[in-house]
């Protein structure tokens, strides 16, 4: 069974017990999902000084669009002092943050095989052979999310529970598929797969995202392919910002 099969098959016994588990999660993380559901817009005050803050990649390569998301993250607090992380579509990339911005790791990820940023209502009540090709997408967007468990107890990372979207450890158990070499390979295009799911290697998920979201909910934005982040999280440029203000 590959790791989509059993997100899909996690959706139809839950489905029976869905408001149970939504109980636990929500006893278990209230507080801070709660906090971290409405984005933050930070606004300058007038007469106050306001002080740019940018997320220090050190010798990692990372997009503009990014780049632009990570600083924008953090100079508005967006995160709400969680853990988060960001997913680069365009060149299939994830990576994860602590709560004050620092770099934790980057990884390559296997993601939705169609270019779509939306998911397909009810799309994560459905049998897995009822999902059409154009409809596998990963969808963007800014999700709270939480660890949990799948079918066979091993770790997930919830992304969007109504669309049945988590990032996971890969699973190679059809090798038709090979999802271990296209991880591996350089070229984003390899890495259009799952049924929506965001796949990393099983050592990053443990060592890095696992750690990172232990005992906390976190933040995890999914960056757009097909349209302007700007539209989809409501966020602004630290550069043009603070350009702005100094010259005010």
């Known amino acids: 069974m590959t790791s989509d099969e059993t997100r899909f098959g996690l959706r139809v016994l839950v489905t029976i017990g869905k408001g149970i588990c939504l109980g636990l999660l929500v006893a278990s993380f209230i507080s801070q999902s709660a906090a971290a559901a409405e984005p933050v817009v930070a606004e300058p005050q007038p007469g106050v000084a306001h002080h740019s803050k940018r997320v220090n990649f050190e010798r990692e390569s990372a997009s503009p669009d990014v780049r632009y998301m990570a600083d924008w993250v953090v100079d508005s607090g967006d995160n709400r002092s969680m853990p988060f992380v960001i997913v680069d579509k365009k060149d299939a990339k994830v ?4 709560a004050d911005g620092r770099l934790r790791g980057v990884s390559r990820a296997l993601l939705g095989l169609a270019v779509g940023d939306d998911s397909v209502p009810g799309i994560g009540e459905r049998k897995l052979a009822s999902i059409l090709p154009e409809e596998r997408t990963t969808p963007a967007g800014r999700f709270v999310a939480s660890m ?16 049945a979207v988590s990032l996971h450890p890969v699973i190679t158990s059809n090798p038709k598929e090979r999802r271990a070499q296209r991880l591996a390979t350089p ?9 929506g799911c965001i796949n990393v290697p099983a050592a990053f998920f443990k060592n890095v995202v696992s750690t990172a979201f232990k005992s906390t909910s976190g933040i995890v934005y999914v960056l757009p392919e097909t349209r302007p982040a700007q539209t989809v999280f409501h966020s602004y440029s630290v550069d043009e910002r603070e350009s702005s203000l100094a010259h005010r």
């Open 95 to 98: 990576f994860v943050f602590n």
């Open 187 to 195: 070229t984003p295009l390899d890495k259009r797969i799952s049924y």
């Open 148 to 163: 949990d468990h799948n079918l066979h107890g091993g770790d997930i990372l919830w992304v969007d529970y109504e669309a």
